[in-house]
């Protein structure tokens, strides 16, 4: 690791250990399974093991006859008695409940749940329920699926395509017209996701005297009490969430609403505590939580001394049975569209459609990655055709940092960077000429071996716009986040936020950030989380946006305190406030460090001498602070042009690797990053979540996958088929750290959840690409695994050809 | 998961005599491993139990056998369904019998199958093989099968049990 | 993935497992590591009535050594075979296969009869017994049985072991050959310690000449039991193990194997990586070989 950034700051951008530590390493979280509540009853799933049927029947008979059994509920019960999920498009054919009913969709939708007092006999039961399916022939190839002749997933809905936008940003015809050259070609990004530890937990229980249903689940989730509250037909505030539970890992895909429904209305209607935690099996084939699925189809413009000029881009997602966030993971790529670059005009359609597959959900980067990766490989196309070298073709085509704020064609303004300055820094350090050396000596001994390099963006403080963009029916315009920080009598300082955390350690996010405004020591700041019904509103830590938005409201509350303390000390003083400075919690007056009141003082005013507060000022020591994305409150344009999100990150990547040309094994050599993501609050934090986010890359370009059979089946429903990389498998990666701050945010800092994950898939593919140019052979798709990859070696060296088996390209047909 | 088999193998018995075994539910019964029942409900259909036990892995399951398309005595399809606690699956087969010699017949199988639920969701991996496996000791246990009956029959012959 | 409910034994002795599987007919099951027994149980794919709980058992536990064998008790964990002295000098093939068996924690609890009774075909410890000609000892209330490791393997994960039976040991020949044996375990899979997509297992013994008076090869993951591709070895035998005597006897792999696709890898690429990998093995055991003789390790 680089030296840190410098910076002003006394505990913001210092390596601290986070608060989270001690708790986490000793064993001391708290998850959902360790909620244990007296009488407390176990779900278990029947599921569907077809990909599309008819369900003629279900007989519970014999299930609730088993020992132990105190309920099973059926699809049609539960549909009667809820209303559908919510979904972020306008769909009104698509009705999605967590039990399916009528109809299964994907193998292992749910169709019953069991009750049991333990999870043992649950299972035992669920064995009972028989379920007499009529098997009818699924729509599994999403490019079958957009047929007119394709059986229907949904057939009140009319069409498998349940999304189709397109938008032309710039001059794309004239760009093309003008441009010296012009490649299309495929990207396919295979469906995977993020696979915490921990699969989804809830547990709920129903208060009968309040009319009330408390929930603990393991949840990453915008306006999850609400959604919760809508579907079981209750008022808001008859659920209470309690935010306070450790959630074990989630990257986006924690939003277990189904089985919140499903526990909330069990809990309910049983009159008992009732718990549902998913099984591995169950995450992976019905836990909804599989990422994006996307065929791409490329077009680039561009001049002969490697500018590019225009791109046209279609991406097409099957998102699987019901539309979930899935297509609204097209939308966000939106306000990244030309990633680092000064491509001038785009036209971008967006189609998703509908499959005999399993639910998407939320996954890091919410669809931007796999985007970046069908970009940087046309960069490295035009690199190969035109001769110029990689990386000195995108610094080319890099905006400069004497051009922020830079207006990108759909709408959207990057607040800062420098992206030449990073990958100077990169290069610095990882003694470039070396590496080039290395891997050609690697080539000498005959070995198919490259470098990879990709360069992209993280946009950051997620505002969710691309609701309204993709749904005129939704208005939302502001994302808000927030904070209250109370100072008790004793002086210390406790902050409440309303939302639970996955691991992005929001406690030490705000500790640090409140303990640099009131100047105290952040370890001594405690924070808490709310539950749903005494929080202030959150949009919970999706979009990398805590940083920004919760670090931006503990520090609006923190100077909020800190106002209320310089007023109560220059009152006492009896001099203005202008005339007091405010030093670590005390207040003297400016000039005469021997008059002043210390913090426990003006506590103790707060709190107890209210005739020596200031006139109107209202008794006690606390603060709330709401906080709007910056730059939020304006609606997308008709055009399609939109603010997507106010922050825009960088990181630039630099792999060497190896392929086995036997074997068709790859092996990562050297990884670097560099990462540019403006202030850093705290350096572990930040470096933690890139370590991950590229082993998460890694993954996806080279593991990963949720396979299904041509009948649908999906047939890596296992840790032994899904291939999660192991500490063996990542490479010692090295962080370089730059610092472009933010003029948008509180401090400079940006978001940094999805840095690494977002550009690790292209780079590894770069590497890939560069080893097997040597044969002639260009791969398009991931994961890359060594068994296809052998097969299309062999295929190459012994035909000489090296484009056989790829994903079949297609140039743009433009509008369909 | 779809899963192909084919093959041949020669048999130590006339053509008729195979047939005539091949459409004997009784025979079907104790040749197809696991097979714990089978049941006629219609011309040339049959409803099959299973226990099928392969290493540790196993369940029960029941399905319906039917064979269509029959040329006596050379040549029969075969459309198999089946469902149980750890999977189910759908097949069909076509099987050519050959005059080898009088006394002896060769059969030659191809065959798809379509594995579903659990079982293909953690099994992919070992399915082909499993298949190819049960083929095999199907076609084995006929085979002991018509060896004995042909030892029987011989010991009639010879002795005359009272 | 709860498993159903089943009865629980921890035998005590031998005996006492024999009379357990007896009672239980054929739904009684043994545990010992239960590496691959637990997820199963777990999953329901497996559903014995009684589990016959073997890890107190005396006398199924340790390494013994004979002159021409080493006999492992069948509860021997992976992970003490490992790193047994006695492994290391006389069947140094067996530690190389073991290191790539699942991880090192799955090791420590892993058996070396485990292995062998579930007859994965990508399995290595099965793959080292068969390539060096082993056995197993397996008990009944009959009493031993010794079935040679050619016999034992049937199809993935189906071996000839009988519901009433359970392996008490496992034999692995030592060779008395004079000159230099020379070892060589290679494998390829997606991540390290996944199932194998292929793996080979050499042994072999060059003399004082350079010239190869005794080899065997191994393939596993390339068929449905591993594989002892014995028309490959006997090519190698009186060669000096030149690369154009590891072509040929790679060649010989390439057409013996039988190999399945699967999700991972097609047939063909099995048959493939099964050949480079025997030829890999190969050289990894001649350079063995060649060092402990001081010569070099160049063509002859």
Sequence with gaps: ?816 | MEIKFNGEHTFPVPREVLWTHLNDPKVLTVCLPGCTGMEQIGEDVYETSLKLQVASVGGTFTGKIALTDKVEPAECHMQMEGSGTIGHATGRAAFELEEVSDSETRMVYTGTGDVGGLVAGVGQRVLGGVTKYLTRRFLTTLDKYLADEAVAAKGDGNTNPS | MKAVDFDYVRAGSVDEVCRMLDDAAEDGKVIAGGQTLVPLLAMRLTRPALLVDINAVPGLQGIEGTTDALLLGSCTRQAEAERSELVCLQLPLLRKGLSFVGHVQTRNRGTIGGSIANADPSAEIGLVMLTLGGSVVTRSSDGDTIVPADEFFLGPMITTLMPNEFIRQVQFPVWQVEGWQGTGFQETSPRRSDFALASAAVQLVLDKDGICRRAAIGIGGAAATPVRIDAAAEGLVGTTVSEADITAAADVVREMVDPESDLHASADYRRRLAATLAARAIREARAEARRKGEGPDVEA
């Design chain 1, 1 to 816: 690791m680089t030296s840190e950034p410098r910076s002003g700051f006394r505990y913001i951008s210092r390596k601290r250990r986070p608060q989270e530590d001690r708790r986490f390493l000793t064993g001391q979280g708290r998850f959902v399974a360790d909620v244990d509540l007296p009488g407390m009853k176990h779900v278990a799933l029947v599921t569907s093991p077809y990909a599309r049927a008819r369900i003629r029947g279900i007989d519970t008979s014999a299930a609730l006859g088993a020992p132990g059994v105190l309920g099973v509920l059926t699809g049609d019960e539960l549909a009667r008695a809820t209303d559908p999920l919510y979904t972020g498009i306008h769909v009104p054919g698509v009705r999605r409940y967590p039990l399916a009913a009528g109809e299964v969709r994907y193998v292992g939708e749910w169709v019953a749940a069991v009750v049991a007092e333990d999870r043992y006999l649950a299972e035992d039961a669920a064995e009972l329920v028989a379920v007499d399916y009529e098997a009818q022939e699924p729509v599994v190839d999403p490019e079958q699926a957009v047929l007119p002749d394709a059986p229907l997933v949904h057939v009140d809905q009319g069409s498998n395509v349940l999304l189709r936008k397109r938008w032309n940003w710039g001059a794309v015809a004239e760009e093309f017209a003008a441009a010296d050259h012009r490649i299309s070609y495929r990207a396919r990004w295979h469906r995977s996701s993020t696979v915490p530890i921990e699969t989804f937990g809830v547990v709920a229980r129903w208060d009968e005297s309040a009319e009330l249903l408390d929930v603990w689940a393991s949840i990453q989730m915008p306006k999850f009490p609400d959604h919760l509250a809508n579907a079981l037909r209750l008022p808001g505030n008859a659920v209470r969430v309690h935010f306070d539970v450790d959630v074990g890992g989630s990257y986006g895909v924690k939003r277990g609403i189904k089985h919140s429904v499903l526990v909330g209305h069990l809990a309910r209607t049983l009159r008992v505590p009732v718990r549902l935690i998913e099984d591995r099996l169950e995450n992976m084939r019905g836990g909804d939580a599989h990422g994006p699925d996307r065929i791409f189809d490329v077009s680039l413009a561009f001049d002969s001394d490697g500018t590019v000029r225009a791109m046209k881009m279609r991406a097409l997602d099957d998102l699987g049975a019901y539309a979930g966030r899935a297509p609204l993971q097209l939308g966000k790529p939106v306000g990244a569209i030309v990633g680092p670059y000064t491509i001038r005009a785009v036209e971008y359609e967006a189609i998703s459609v509908a499959t005999n597959k399993t639910v998407q959900e939320a996954v890091r980067g919410f669809g931007q990655s796999p985007t970046n990766f069908a970009i940087e490989m046309g960069m490295d196309r035009i690199a190969r055709q035109l001769g110029i070298e990689r990386l000195e073709l995108r610094r080319r085509n890099f905006i400069a940092a004497d051009q922020f704020p830079y207006l990108i064609p759909s709408g959207s303004t990057y607040d800062s960077g420098d992206y030449h300055a990073v990958m100077d820094k990169v290069l610095d350090a990882v003694d470039y000429p070396a590496l080039v050396a290395r891997r050609d000596e690697l080539r000498r001994e005959g070995r198919l071996a490259g470098i990879g390099i990709a360069t992209c963006l993280e946009p950051s403080g997620g505002n969710s716009s691309f609701e309204p963009l993709l749904n005129t029916r939704n208005e939302t315009t502001t994302w808000m986040d927030s904070c209250m920080v109370r100072v008790d009598l004793s002086g210390s300082v406790t902050a409440v936020m309303g939302t639970s955390s996955s691991g992005q350690g929001h406690e030490t996010l705000l500790s640090t950030v409140i303990g640099e405004v009131l100047e105290r020591d952040p370890d001594t700041v405690r924070v808490v989380h709310a539950d749903s019904l005494n929080a202030l509103p959150s949009n919970s830590p999706v979009g990398s946006r805590m940083a920004i938005m919760l670090g931006g409201a503990g520090a609006g509350a923190a100077r909020r305190i800190r106002q209320a303390v310089v007023a109560i000390g220059a009152h006492n003083l009896g001099v203005s406030t202008a005339d007091v400075e405010y030093s670590e919690g005390a207040v003297h007056v400016r000039g005469t460090p021997e008059r002043g009141l210390s913090w426990k003082e003006i506590v103790a005013i707060a709190h107890r001498k209210y005739h020596l507060m200031p006139d109107g000022m209202e008794p006690g020591l606390q603060a709330a602070f709401v906080w709007e994305v910056p730059g939020g409150g304006t609606l997308p344009g008709d055009d399609g042009r939109v603010q997507m999100y106010p922050c825009y990150a960088f990181e630039g990547h630099l792999v060497l690797a190896e392929v086995d040309r036997e074997t068709g094994l790859i092996s990562l050599r050297s990884y670097v990053v560099g990462h540019d993501c403006g202030t850093v609050i705290n350096p572990d934090i930040v470096h933690g979540m890139t370590y991950g986010g590229v082993a998460h890359g890694i993954g996806a370009a080279l593991y990963e996958r949720f396979s299904y059979d041509p009948s649908g089946q999906l047939v890596s429903q296992s840790f032994m088929d899904y291939l999660l990389p192991s500490a063996h498998e990542i490479p010692d990666i090295r962080i370089v750290s730059h610092c472009t701050p933010s003029p948008l945010t509180t401090f400079g800092q940006k978001g940094s959840g999805e840095s690494g994950y977002l550009g690790a898939p292209a780079a590894v593919v770069s590497a890939v690409n560069d080893a097997l140019a040597a044969i002639g052979l260009e791969v398009n798709e991931i994961p890359l695994w060594p068994g296809a990859l052998g097969d299309r070696i062999a295929a190459a060296e012994e035909t000489g050809t090296g484009t056989a088996g790829n994903a079949r390209a297609v140039p743009w047909a433009g509008p369909q």
